[in-house]
């Protein structure tokens, strides 16, 4: 077996570095934009929020059928050129004075297609190229360059707007887009056979039931629901909780979130070494028992209310899930068929972006009904839920991944 990453893999990875660039400094240059250049409230920001999100519970399995049944690499292309396209058309507007929040919400649309595309497609390639047992060695090469691009992006887009304007940031985040688009048109992707002609919509019931009764993919998914549930309550509390109950002021608000970008970092760093330590189902639920921690230490503020007690718990919220995301993405790849495994990412894609604004709202809901601290405590019963949901499955004997064929079946215990 190999034991350094193909080529073939290398433009895929620097290519994802510059798409996941792009898209986290126009997610932060968008609402800033809005504020400073549009003087947009609360409400206009929350839509183009919703809309940003809207791609992701419509297209995410469309696409998936489509990264199925057609070149994977061709999908990105055609998705990164189409996010490419959207910042342009932004600086433009910006450029000429044509600039409004209806325009950053449908350009806005437009640039998270591009996102939901390369994100159904990525994970699918990724096997195609890469050997069975370098699979969590990839996989953590793509989540590391996600979360640099996490933490960097909402800095560096806020000091570009405030020290060049809104159009460099814009022009930042489209010279990254075509870098991506560039780099992918050098990816070689292997050829694969046809797949016969069915209806979508059975294509489509063939991955959810797929995922349903797949052993380790079910809890997975179940677990997913109720983290990104619980940290949308705790996202819709924190900030006022943040300035009233811990008298935090903006700055240091910004400064408490930023360190989740760094525990991601640091997640990512540490994947592998995690990986050669712990049996493999061992790994994978350290993600959810860290997010138990994580909240517990927020909980842990309202005894003691410090920003770095808050700072420490988005920390560890930053550590754990992305090795969560690290090694459950790689045992998916490994007990997904290669036919299907851009109709599986598609439907935990669609799944956790439908649970985030239930969370949102019911956050909002117990928050304005029974104060912030009610939310703390809801939040960390949910992250309690989703670590029994993993706990009490099957993956907790998985001891390794068999290694395979790419795209083939099934990891042993």
Known sequence: M??????????????????QSAEQLSLAAVPLVAVLALGAGAGEIGTLAAVQTLPFLLLSIPLGLLADRFSRRRLMLAAEGLRALSLLAMLAMVVSGHLSIAWLAVLGFVGAVGTVGFSVAAPALVPVLVPGN????ANGRLELARSAAFAAGPALAGALVAWAGASAAFVLAAVLSASAVG?????????????????PMLEIKDGALFVWRQSFLRPMLLTGVAWNISWFVLQAAYVPYAVRVLGLSAQTVGITLATYGAGMVVGALLASRVLAALPFGRAIQLGPAVSVLAAATMVGTLFLPTGALAALSFFFFGVGPIIWTITSTTLRQSVTPGAMLGRVSSVFLTVNAGSRPIGAALGGWVGASWGEPACLWLALAGFVLQAWVIFGSSVSGLQRLTMRAPGAAAPGA
């Open 2 to 19: 190999p034991s350094t990453l193909p080529r073939s893999f290398t433009a895929l990875a620097w290519s994802n570095l510059a798409a």
């Open 183 to 199: 780099l992918l048109w050098r990816l070689v992707e292997p050829a694969r056979a046809p797949a016969p002609p069915r209806h």
């Open 134 to 137: 370098l699979l969590a060695r």
